[in-house]
């Protein structure tokens, strides 16, 4: 069980292109998953990344990333959560909106298309988080959009990586994430077993 | 000499296509539409069927073949406005003359066609006009648009019919491909405004807005395309820099009407 952004980073690094559930134990791991995802394990592979903001707005994780001084060239983001809660104060240009986390085609088209401006560098899709998707959806709906996505991710040979809250989960997402996803990783703080 | 039957278990003929150059209605059409059909693209305002056009258009020009827009409502300058923000739009391909833009009321002009109403015999000179123009251009693509305002000047059920028929077999012993494009309304229970166009054509497409939640998707469904296997069902679509992009309308949304 990774604990830090580095060990996160070298057990994804291990791993062919795949889908993922990423179960996050603890607020506390949040931001360090993100780092060893779109710091350490997308320069390593030297992969575009693909957030896709339904958490908190991409302004929020822009400034936390400027502030750990990640390189933000080949990180955009798909933000369905700022137009809703109207906080789009600056658009940073590689910040492209979806209007509400229930347009879930929307969201899929927005990762196409990011992954056809990317050219021949390979990509990281990483959806914060399942459990904010679910406040918005149904999980029939929601669970459509993931096995869709996914299976479009593995056509196209990019990692998938999903964010599940440990402590906002429930029976049914668990399930359907250990259904659509090939593996599960959990990231625990330091000191935790 | 007595006529060949084709053998039960002969393969499939297969027909040559014309690759839109848009991957998602590529994919649906199994590979693009049968090369001389005439397809009607219809739809309610905002749902994209100009623009899907252009990009047909604009991608057979890259592929080397000669393609026309005719407009009927909007002048091209206007239009050739809406193909510039395409990542791969190239400004050669009109100055080469492989995509070409005429304005519909040029033709009628050139052609002394000044009545509101035009005749059984105006439909002949005008799809004999388009012909020409096709034969001298060397024409593989062409986009009409829309032929519901050129409908609307022929009034009555039977010119409309003579001019679906004429026109489509125009272009269609020319081996050119082409799109009608119609407008109807967002209650409309038809695919065209006159109910001739769409029991003409060889093809189908059908583009809506779909209201689900509060939310509006822009929609694409083809309905009938002769000459191939093709996927009934909805798709979501986008306009980008990139070009149209179609993804699955997801099915566990709550039931819309199109609009």
Redesign the interface.
Same mark, same amino acid.
């Given at each position: 069980m990774p604990k830090s952004p580095t060990e996160l980073a070298e057990e994804l690094i291990q791993l062919p292109p795949s889908a993922i559930s990423l179960k996050l134990r603890g607020d506390e791991t949040y931001f360090d998953a993100i780092r060893g995802i779109v710091d350490i394990f997308a320069s390593k592979k030297d992969l575009n990344v693909i957030y896709i903001s339904a958490a908190i707005p991409s302004q929020s994780t822009i400034d936390v990333l400027n502030i750990l001084e990640v390189d933000m060239s080949r990180i955009f983001f798909v933000d369905c959560i700022s137009p809703i809660v109207a906080s789009i104060i600056k658009r940073h240009p590689n910040v492209h909106m979806v209007e509400s986390p229930t347009m879930l085609e929307n969201i899929m088209l927005k990762v196409e298309y990011l992954m056809k401006k990317s050219g021949d560098r390979s990509n990281v899709v990483l959806l914060d988080s399942i459990n904010m998707l679910a406040i918005h959806n149904s999980p029939k709906i929601l669970s459509e959009f993931v096995h869709i996505l996914n299976n479009n991710m593995r056509a196209k040979n990019a990692y998938i990586l999903i964010f599940s809250m440990d402590a906002f989960s429930s029976d049914e997402i668990g399930n359907m994430m250990t259904f659509v996803c090939d593996l599960e990783i959990s990231m625990a703080k330091e000191g935790e077993n | 000499m007595a006529t060949e039957k084709p053998r039960k278990d002969a393969p499939p003929i297969y027909r040559e296509r014309c690759a839109t150059g848009i991957e998602g209605l590529d994919n649906i059409l199994n590979g693009g539409i049968p090369r001389g059909n005439t397809i009607l693209f219809t739809g309610s305002c905002g749902t994209g069927k100009t623009t899907l056009s252009l990009e047909f258009l604009v991608h057979g020009a890259i592929a080397g073949e000669n393609s026309l827009f005719v407009s009927v409502t909007e002048a091209s300058d206007k239009l050739m406005k809406n193909v510039i923000p395409y990542d791969f739009f190239d400004e050669t391909l009109i100055k080469k003359g492989t995509l070409v833009f005429v304005d519909m009321p040029v033709i009628y002009e050139r052609l002394g066609l000044t009545e509101m109403e035009l005749s059984l015999e105006d439909v002949g000179t005008i799809v004999k006009a388009v012909g020409d123009l096709v034969d001298e251009l060397s024409i593989k693509r062409l986009v009409l648009d829309s032929v519901t305002s050129v409908c609307y000047r022929l009034k009555t059920e039977e010119k409309i019919r003579e001019f679906i028929l004429q026109i489509g077999k125009c272009l269609s012993d020319r081996g050119c491909t082409s799109m009608l494009i119609s407008e109807i309304s967002p209650s409309a229970e038809r695919y065209s405004l006159y109910g001739v166009e769409e029991a003409i054509a060889d093809g189908i497409v059908l583009m809506g807005n779909l209201e +689900? +939640? %509060?939310?509006l998707?822009r929609t694409l469904q083809v309905v009938k395309m002769r000459g191939t296997n093709h996927s009934r069902a909805k798709y979501?679509?986008?306009l980008?820099p990139?070009g149209i !992009? !179609?993804?699955? !309308?997801?099915? %566990? %949304?709550s039931g819309g009407g199109t609009t």
């Open positions: - | +689900r +939640r %509060g939310d998707l979501v679509l986008d980008t990139a !992009l !179609l993804v699955p !309308l997801l099915k %566990g %949304g």
